[in-house]
């Protein structure tokens, strides 16, 4: 102890950030210079799969309710599959009069209903940065709900509700004045009881991600017919967003859409099974407003299913002027390129994201959507990026209209799915094809 005491106060103070608090609370008590010096505690973290024993969460409790009143916790993660609420709830409630900055909850519960997390939670002032994993239910918030330094809010498999007219996920963004980045995984919006509504002045990201493309009704849990009750419309009210990830099903409707900021967006929409992109007369399904939210995007990573949005709408989508850079995915047709190169005349970059053919059908070696590839003669594109290649003739084939017709062309990057001599072939044929641009270099990786 006497070797420590010795050492500079900065040292000092990042052995102890190592502490538990327990030890932390006990090292306090042993030394007055230490006591000063560990009023900070830079981080306190259980998870219940490191600690054996019974009782062992009951002890990091202890530790800290053990903590002087005049110490500081920049951080807090607790991760539990199994404890009495009351007591993660004193615990909890002691950090968050401690100047926590970063708050990381993840709580698993049995119980169907969920875990309800303290009304504390949403009026702490120092908070900067919160976390809520697995099993929370959040149904209802203090009148005064106020996150004046959240910046950064994750949401994992999170539910919020309408409580007496009050939507609990409306009440959080508005309790949340300077929030800028939300990301919201294991999305299922038609499970949530809420106004539809993702409005907020200041958030500059979002992430809306889900995992399981399978859909649920309150009454019979998994439902394969279709999407659940209330999910007919959702508005995007984010006027100061610069980036957006979006993958969910998509509602019949986009009533508000502000996006006026947005810079990147990734997107991968899905219809439900019971809609498709061209039944939309059917069911009354009508996507423009969301469409017309990116005119201003500047880079864009889109699926599949997008391009066969994209497609499906071509003669009302808008103009894609700052497009400069997009990613885009196939399934085994290609009719969708055509449109969206048309609509992007400033466009600088071209990533296709799959293998750039399919397996032939019959005598076809390309697709007879795009044979002609008249579409590239107009297209400005000078990066071009294969991220699937194995160098079959169909590809090839492909690959030469590209070369062909795309005048502006100075690089081409090629990943190769073959190695040893296969690859080596495939780097001769790509020497054979002919070129429109003469600064046009190729690049295998």
């Known amino acids: 102890m006497g070797r420590i005491s010795d050492l500079p106060n900065e040292l000092i103070c990042h052995i102890g950030s190592f502490l538990s608090a327990k030890e932390a609370a006990l090292t306090m008590v042993l030394s007055k210079r230490w006591r000063n010096l560990f009023t900070i505690i830079q981080k306190l973290h259980f998870d219940d799969d490191d600690d054996e024993g019974s009782g062992s969460f009951d002890v990091f409790v202890d530790g800290v309710l053990a903590l002087p009143v005049s110490s500081r916790v920049k951080e807090f993660s607790l991760r539990l599959k199994n404890a009495h609420y009351d007591c993660i709830n004193s615990c909890l409630c002691n950090v968050l009069k401690r100047g926590v900055l970063v708050l990381n909850l993840c709580i698993q519960v049995a119980d169907q209903g969920g875990y309800s997390l303290p009304l504390e939670v949403f009026n702490c002032k120092t908070v900067a940065k919160m ?50 980045e939300l990301c919201i995984y294991g999305i299922e919006l038609e499970r949530w009881k809420w106004s539809c509504s ?47 990830e979006y993958s969910d099903y998509v509602p019949k409707e986009y009533i508000i859409v502000n996006l006026s900021s947005l810079v990147e967006a990734k997107l991968h929409l899905c219809v439900d099974e019971d809609r498709t992109w061209d039944n939309r007369d059917a069911n009354d399904f009508n996507p423009m407003n969301l469409i017309n939210g990116f ?61 750039l053919h399919y397996p032939r059908q019959g005598d076809r070696l390309v697709c007879q959507c795009v044979s002609d590839y008249s579409f590239l003669l107009s297209c400005p594109v000078k990066i071009l990026e294969i991220t699937k290649y194995r160098g079959t003739r169909g590809e090839l084939e492909q690959m030469k209209h590209f070369l062909e017709k795309l005048l502006c062309l100075e690089r081409v990057v ?19 094809l002919p070129k429109a641009s003469s600064k046009c270099k190729i690049e295998y990786y």
């Open 131 to 180: 976390s809520l994993e697995h099993g929370f239910v959040i149904d209802l918030l203090p009148v005064d709900a106020f996150l004046p330094a959240l910046k950064t809010l994750f949401l994992d498999n999170v539910r919020f509700y309408d409580f007496g007219g009050r939507c609990a996920f409306k009440t959080l963004l508005a309790a949340s004045p300077v929030l800028e």
């Open 198 to 244: 993702v409005s907020s002045p200041t958030l500059q990201c979002l992430t809306i991600k889900r995992r399981q493309w399978t859909h649920y009704n309150e009454d019979n849990g998994l439902d394969t017919r279709g999407l659940a009750y209330d999910f007919d419309s959702i508005s995007l009210d984010l006027p100061g967003l610069t980036y957006l």
């Open 414 to 432: 090629v990943h190769a799915w073959v190695r040893g001599e296969a690859k080596m072939k495939l780097e001769a044929d790509f020497q054979m």
């Open 295 to 355: 005119k201003n995007v500047q880079i864009l990573d889109v699926s599949h299913e997008v391009m066969e949005m994209l497609y499906v709408f071509q003669e009302v989508i808008p103009l894609f002027e700052k497009l400069v850079h997009i990613t885009v995915s196939f399934s085994n047709c290609w009719f969708s390129l055509p449109v969206l190169i048309e609509k992007s005349p400033n466009l600088n970059t071209l990533v296709i994201n799959n293998f």
